[in-house]
């Protein structure tokens, strides 16, 4: 969130620096599952209006690692889905990262519960290093190495591509990277949202993003890519 908010994606449209319609969409609809669960379990609710918001409420009543993957990421998937129109207009390179993020959500969900999807034979750790409550997390989720403190993106996407070094690009590129059409349909089923899987075409994500424009997902990976690919082959 501190990076949301140092790029300014959540200022308002009509301030002097506006903000991004579709990050404030997303974040709203985390905000507003919140507060409707919320309410639900203190007694103040009637029927709930979505299935991410019964995943919340499930969250709440019985807490754990995978209660909160599925009452995060129901939410996350809904509101993609809900604004597409709204990430359509974004530049090329705020498209490659707002399918970046859901790419990464999705597989620190699938480390707690299909380690061996996402981590092969060293499926047993994998559950750790998902584990929402110890911060390893962040790893996944972060993209603050990737993208300047400020909004619009000004560059070409592979410029920005190009500063982004370090453990989350190594991942990308040489775990999730093979395993995106798996993690997809996983997801889909997972969180009972069928939808999911057409935000992947040929491997490709197809989230406000043309699948023919594959150079971008599909980089000459460096030798530890390489050397992590043959370690941790998918499954």
Same mark, same amino acid.
């Given at each position: 969130?501190d990076?949301q908010v140092?790029?300014g994606?959540?200022?308002?449209t009509?301030d002097q ?12 609809r985390?905000l ?5 669960s919320?309410?639900?379990v ?10 991410s918001v019964?995943?919340s409420?499930?969250?709440?009543r019985?807490p ?13 998937a809904a509101?993609?889905l809900d ?6 207009v974004e530049c090329?390179?705020?498209r ?5 993020v859901l790419i990464r959500?999705l597989y620190a969900? =699938?480390? #707690?519960?299909? *380690?061996r +999807?996402?981590l092969?034979w060293l499926?047993p &750790?994998?559950?750790?290093?998902? !584990?929402?409550r110890l911060?390893m997390t962040g790893i996944f989720m972060?993209?603050?190495?990737a993208?300047p403190n400020?909004?619009?993106l000004?560059?070409d996407?592979e410029s920005y591509?190009d ?5 989350g ?5 040489g775990l999730i990277r093979p395993?995106?059409t798996s993690l997809y349909?996983w997801s889909? =089923?997972e #969180?009972?949202? *069928?939808? +999911?899987?057409?935000l992947?075409?040929g491997? &490709?994500?197809?989230?406000?993003? !043309? ?14 890519a390489r ?9």
């Amino acid at each position: 969130m501190d990076w949301q908010v140092g790029r300014g994606l959540l200022n308002s449209t009509s301030d002097q620096a506006p903000g991004c319609s579709w990050w404030r969409a997303v974040n709203e609809r985390l905000l507003r599952d919140a507060a409707e669960s919320r309410a639900h379990v203190l007694g103040h609710g009637g029927p709930l209006s979505s299935s991410s918001v019964a995943a919340s409420v499930e969250f709440i009543r019985r807490p754990s690692g995978r209660a909160w993957y599925r009452a995060h990421n129901s939410t996350i998937a809904a509101a993609y889905l809900d604004h597409r129109d709204l990430a359509d207009v974004e530049c090329r390179a705020e498209r490659f990262f707002i399918n970046l993020v859901l790419i990464r959500v999705l597989y620190a969900h =699938a480390l #707690l519960e299909a *380690p061996r +999807l996402a981590l092969s034979w060293l499926a047993p &750790v994998a559950p750790l290093l998902g !584990d929402p409550r110890l911060g390893m997390t962040g790893i996944f989720m972060s993209l603050s190495q990737a993208l300047p403190n400020r909004y619009p993106l000004d560059r070409d996407l592979e410029s920005y591509i190009d500063d982004e070094r370090g453990l989350g690009r190594l991942l990308d590129v040489g775990l999730i990277r093979p395993r995106l059409t798996s993690l997809y349909s996983w997801s889909a =089923a997972e #969180l009972g949202i *069928p939808e +999911l899987v057409e935000l992947i075409d040929g491997g &490709v994500p197809a989230y406000a993003w !043309d699948s023919a424009d594959t150079k971008p997902w599909n980089p000459a990976p460096g030798i530890l890519a390489r050397t992590t690919r043959r370690l941790f082959p998918p499954r």
